[in-house]
């Protein structure tokens, strides 16, 4: 079981991420979980160097492993 830290959890649809600095390492790049895949957010995430994985019937998870290109 992975201990997620409070930071971590996108509360509601406007809670920003947490620092990149703050990624785990295992597993590698996880910075958040929870929120939403609006289009707002991806491209928040996606500048940041943050992609989702979700599974349906799970909570969002965001990832930043590094090394992680960003697009601008």
């Keep these: 079981m992975i201990n997620i830290p409070e930071e971590f959890i996108l509360h509601s649809d406007d ?15 996880l910075i958040a979980v929870g929120g939403d895949l609006s289009t707002e957010r991806l491209l928040n995430a996606y500048r940041q160097g943050i992609f989702p994985w979700y599974i349906e019937g799970e909570p969002v998870l965001w990832y930043s492993p590094d090394p992680r290109m960003v697009i601008t």
């Design 15 to 29: 809670t920003p991420f947490p620092g990149l600095n703050l990624a785990l390492d295992e597993p590698n790049g």
